[in-house]
Structure formats: structure tokens, C-alpha cells
């Protein structure tokens, strides 16, 4: 079926959205992948700590992409017939969703290599 000119309009918005909650999720990858090299040992433990920092700030600025587009989200509300909004608003927000639970899993594990850093620092 044919969406009407406003549902299209609509529609148009929620692609944006996800065009930047794509992006965002790549910048969330990029961030998971140099945690794993860290972890790896891909860096000299004493350089570790400041790059970590440096990637928990990443991945908090991403987290407050991901909440700003939910917040766009919510404030889209959209009559009854635009059945193609409601279901596309709807994936968006589960992706969004899981997006900031694996930036909370990153964060942990941020933090966890931050505070084996430092323990291996207290027992040297």
C-alpha cells in the first residue's frame, strides 16, 4: 500500500534516526574492538590506563547519542493508520535499546580491566 504524505514524511525521520543510530553503533564497535586488543595486551601497561579513559569517554558520548534518539523517538507519536511508523519506531527502539546494553557492557569491562590494571600496579 501507498503511505500517505505525512506517514511518508514520518517515515523519512525514522530513517535519519537510524542512519544515526548506525553510525553510532560503529563508533560502539570500534571502541569493543580496541578493548579487546587492550585486554590482549596490544599496548604497553603503562600507556593502558589512559587509553582506557579514552575509550570510556567514547563510549559514553555513544550512549548519549543512543538516549537523545530514543528521546526523539518518544516524543513521535502518530495516529492509529500509520501502521509503517509505528512498527519502524518500534524496531529502532529495540535496536537502540540493545545498543546502550552493550555500551553498559563495554563500560564494565572498561572498568574491570581498569581496576586489574591497578591492582597488578599495587602489587609491583
Known sequence: ????????????ILKDLEKSV?????????VDGKLTGLKNGFLAK?????????LDQRVKVAAEQFMKILEQMDAMSFPE????????????????QACLAQC????????DHLAKLQSKNLSE
Not at 493508520?81 to 537502540?96: A, E, I, P, Q, W
Not at 553498559?104 to 572498568?111: L, W
Open 22 to 30: 548506525g553510525q553510532t553503533s560503529k563508533k560502539v564497535e570500534k
Open 81 to 96: 493508520n500509520f501502521s509503517d511508523c509505528r512498527m519502524k519506531k518500534k524496531g529502532l527502539v529495540k535496536t537502540v
Open 46 to 54: 603503562n600507556l593502558q590506563a589512559e587509553a582506557l579513559s579514552k
Open 104 to 111: 553498559d557492557k563495554i563500560e564494565t569491562g572498561i572498568s
Open 1 to 12: 500500500k501507498q503511505n500517505s504524505p505525512e506517514e511518508e514524511a514520518e517515515l523519512n
